[in-house]
């Protein structure tokens, strides 16, 4: 397996797995408010259906609601990775 390639700087990349498009649009959405951010682009999730979106956020350059909530949250520093994860 190849290592994953890191997005430069402050940026992170996003993937949104959702059952429909609409649900998946709407969480872009929300991220877009937050964060400056590449415009989105839409797979099939499965072949049974879905939606898969993918966009890159510029975490340097944050809203002032991102902000204000960045300020106070702390990472609790436990490794949470999923099950299904790579």
Do not use: K, N
Request: proline share 6%; glycine share 6%; hydrophobic share 35%.
């Amino acid at each position: 397996m190849e290592p994953t390639e890191l997005p430069p700087g402050w940026r992170a990349d996003v993937r949104i797995v959702a059952a429909s498009p609409e649900a998946a649009r709407q969480v872009a959405e929300v991220l877009r408010r937050c964060f400056a951010s590449t415009e989105q682009r839409s797979y099939p999730a499965t072949g049974e259906g879905g939606t898969r979106l993918h966009l890159t956020v510029d975490t340097a350059r944050v809203a002032g609601l991102a902000q204000s909530w960045l300020v106070t949250s702390q990472s609790s520093g436990e490794d949470r990775t999923q099950t299904d994860e790579v």
